[in-house]
């Protein structure tokens, strides 16, 4: 069985789901694993080809044989128009998002097939998420922020880019806290792999932390909520229930920043309706109502490549050492039948 890693389209994007420890992994259990040239990966060809990859040019996939599998991360370029081999990758594709109809013939057409990332799951539950790294660097990032302005100090304001590590940032964070005034944040979603992330950042920032979950928001106490400092959502709505704060609310009690984690603006079911669309790398604050700032980036774990990527990694690789006759694997495989049939409809 043959892989290719590709590289990944998106200037931006320094991850991988496959790290060069868990490449040599799978060649030592009888996989053939090459990988395509990257300046942007946040591992050295060097490294992969030290783990037994062979190093292939970029944009070597689009010419394959149909045997071969792609690995990547994130959607595929436009070109070509169709495709024949297996892929696996996020697509964001079948909830039936802007342009799926078109992106779903690219596979039928060409007689290939999508195995996406977010719907490799056994029991229902997903087998590999980059969910806890999200929500530490969403934290880490409204706590900075907070933090330096509060010593009246420039932060993130004027834009980030990846770190080389998250030491990087836990060296600003220390520093803040141990020159900075103590302060409050609140978690919602802290039992969650997000929230777990987020309430580890910001204990490292000095935060005194309240972990809020089910529990604590099935009769929500907003005047308990705004008496914190921060505030950061990692929950993701699927229907409706939940519903932190509205425009009003913004510049009651102490609450004076919000990390938007979950960054779902234009759901129905947003628990936080107060703006209107997600923040950038390049601009990651917004202003509100009430001297309240929001940081909404919905690319979070981009932001720690290496840390997302050998978390992702470590948690993807049984999975792929069963590619392709596994539960996760016919349950993803449904899902893009699945979303064939109802684009065909």
Excluded at 189 to 210: D, F, I
Excluded at 211 to 217: F, H, N, P, Q
Excluded at 292 to 314: G, H, K, Y
Aim: glycine share 8%; with cysteine; net charge negative.
């Amino acid at each position: 069985m043959k892989f290719i890693l590709r590289s990944e389209a998106r200037p931006t994007e320094r991850r991988t789901a496959l790290t060069p420890k868990n490449a040599k992994a799978m060649i030592d259990a009888g996989f053939e694993i090459a990988v395509e040239h990257s300046t942007r990966r946040i591992f050295s060809d060097a490294e992969y080809a030290a783990a037994g990859c062979d190093i292939l040019p970029e944009g070597t996939w689009e010419t394959a044989d149909k045997e071969v599998t792609i690995l990547g991360l994130k959607e595929l370029p436009i070109a070509p128009p169709t495709l024949h081999a297996p892929f696996i990758h996020f697509a964001h594709l079948y909830k039936e998002q802007t342009g799926w109809k078109d992106e779903i013939a690219r596979f039928a057409d060409g007689g290939g097939r999508l195995y996406d990332l977010e719907y490799l799951s056994v029991a229902g539950r997903r087998v590999a998420a980059f969910g806890y790294w999200a929500g530490w660097m969403g934290a880490a990032l409204a706590a900075w922020r907070q933090l330096a302005a509060s010593l009246s100090e420039s932060g993130p304001e004027a834009g980030v880019s990846s770190f080389e590590s998250r030491t990087d940032v836990e060296s600003i964070l220390q520093d803040l806290a141990q020159r900075g005034e103590s302060k409050t944040a609140v978690v919602i979603g802290a039992k969650g792999r997000s929230g777990q992330g987020a309430t580890e950042a910001l204990k490292l920032a000095g935060y005194t932390v309240s972990e809020w979950d089910i529990a604590e928001t099935q009769n929500l106490d907003r005047n308990a909520l705004l008496s914190h400092d921060l505030l950061v959502n990692c929950v993701l709505m699927t229907g409706p229930g939940l519903l932190l704060l509205q425009p009003e609310d913004l510049g009651k009690g102490k609450l004076k920043m919000i990390s938007d984690v979950s960054c779902d603006p234009f759901s129905d079911f947003n628990p936080l309706p107060i703006y209107s669309a997600p923040s950038t790398w390049d601009a990651p604050f917004e202003a509100l109502a009430g001297g309240v700032e929001i940081t909404s980036i919905d690319n979070l774990p981009s932001l720690l490549p290496r840390e997302a990527s050998e978390d992702f990694s470590n948690q993807l690789l049984s999975t792929l050492l069963a590619y392709p006759d596994s539960e996760a694997w016919h349950a993803a495989r449904a899902s893009f039948d699945d979303a064939v049939t109802r684009a065909n409809g």
